[in-house]
């Protein structure tokens, strides 16, 4: 089993930053990739970034340039710059990891979700 802990969400300003963090804890895993999400109120969620073991990266075109993602230490971050009212939602980060017991599996696991509310 994998927990995943998100932290980092917060009130700010437009053109404001947060930098979200999600530490992945367990026993017997490796991480294949991370993945961060947001889901606003009534709307669907989308994807806003992704990052593999090896550091290679993704993003959505609405974030493109302004957020950057980086892992270290089974921790994933997502740095948030020039925040808009647009991007308030609740963030989730997913791990996508192979756990080892008696036989190896892929499993994906959800961090609780973070509120960020960009608001003047």
């Known amino acids: 089993q994998v927990q995943l802990v998100e932290s980092g969400g917060g009130l700010v300003q437009p053109g404001g930053s947060l930098r979200l963090s999600c530490a992945a804890s367990g026993s017997a895993f490796s991480i294949n990739a991370m993945g961060w999400y947001r889901q606003a109120a009534g709307k669907q969620r989308e994807l806003v970034a992704t990052?593999?073991?090896?550091?290679g990266t993704m993003y959505a075109d609405s974030v493109k340039g302004r957020f950057t993602t980086d892992i270290a230490k089974n921790t994933v971050y997502l740095q948030m710059n020039s925040l808009k009212p647009e991007d308030t939602a609740v963030y989730y980060c997913?791990?996508?990891?192979?756990?080892?017991?008696?036989?190896?599996?892929?499993?994906?696991?959800w961090g609780q979700g973070t509120q960020v509310t960009v608001s003047s």
């Open positions: 997913n791990a996508d990891v192979f756990l080892f017991g008696v036989a190896t599996r892929r499993m994906h696991y």
């Open positions: 990052i593999t073991s090896a550091g």
